[in-house]
């Protein structure tokens, strides 16, 4: 951009230092035909005026060039933000879904060892609770035994010890 406006600035500078060091051939008089009509005028002056005329006409195209790019940037930097926010936003609730989703892990991987525990209780009191009945049905069996020498030992006519 800066070699442009260098350039263009410098064949401004040439165009000048020409028209200056022959202005006497620019503003001299001459015949001239505009198709359908002849007038007298200095020919030097008239390209001249083209010469500022389009130098005008290119600087105001460079320069909505230039306010249209820079708008273009502006929106694009906005869309980019836009769309930055809301990947952010995506990643975020990401993570939070994602944390949800450990922290329920967790607390299962907490709850397994107690329901384990639970379940190991509930199987003991189970089998102590089968143990306390056989015990008592083998003591019962026992005492039928014992009851059984004793009506024994009573019939043969000689008393227990």
Same mark, same amino acid.
């Given at each position: 951009?800066?070699? =442009?406006?260098?350039?263009?600035?410098?064949?401004?500078?040439?165009?000048?230092?020409?028209?200056?060091?022959?202005?006497?051939?620019?503003?001299?008089?001459?015949?001239?035909?505009?198709?359908?009509?002849?007038?007298?005028?200095?020919?030097?002056?008239? @390209?001249?005026?083209?010469?500022?005329?389009?130098?005008?006409?290119?600087?105001?195209?460079?320069?909505?060039?230039?306010?249209?790019? &820079?708008?273009?940037? =502006? =929106?694009?930097? $906005?869309?980019?933000?836009? *769309?930055? *926010?809301? #990947?952010?936003?995506?990643?975020?609730? $990401?993570?939070?879904? &994602?944390?949800?989703?450990?922290?329920?892990?967790?607390?299962? @991987?907490?709850?397994?060892?107690?329901?384990?525990?639970? $379940?190991? @209780?509930? =199987? &003991?009191? *189970?089998?102590?609770? #089968?143990?306390?009945?056989?015990?008592?049905?083998?003591?019962?069996?026992?005492?039928?035994?014992?009851?059984?020498?004793?009506?024994?030992?009573?019939?043969?006519?000689?008393?227990?010890?």
């Amino acid at each position: 951009m800066r070699v =442009r406006t260098a350039f263009l600035l410098l064949v401004l500078a040439a165009v000048g230092l020409f028209t200056a060091l022959n202005w006497a051939v620019f503003s001299a008089r001459t015949p001239l035909s505009l198709g359908f009509w002849t007038v007298e005028a200095p020919l030097g002056m008239l @390209l001249l005026a083209v010469i500022v005329g389009l130098t005008f006409l290119y600087l105001a195209f460079l320069t909505w060039i230039e306010t249209s790019a &820079l708008f273009e940037a =502006r =929106r694009y930097a $906005r869309e980019l933000l836009a *769309q930055r *926010q809301l #990947a952010e936003n995506a990643e975020a609730s $990401r993570y939070e879904e &994602l944390k949800r989703g450990l922290e329920a892990k967790l607390a299962a @991987l907490h709850e397994a060892p107690d329901a384990a525990a639970g $379940r190991v @209780l509930a =199987r &003991l009191e *189970q089998t102590e609770t #089968a143990l306390r009945g056989d015990i008592e049905r083998a003591g019962n069996t026992l005492a039928a035994y014992i009851g059984e020498l004793e009506d024994r030992l009573n019939r043969r006519g000689t008393d227990p010890p």
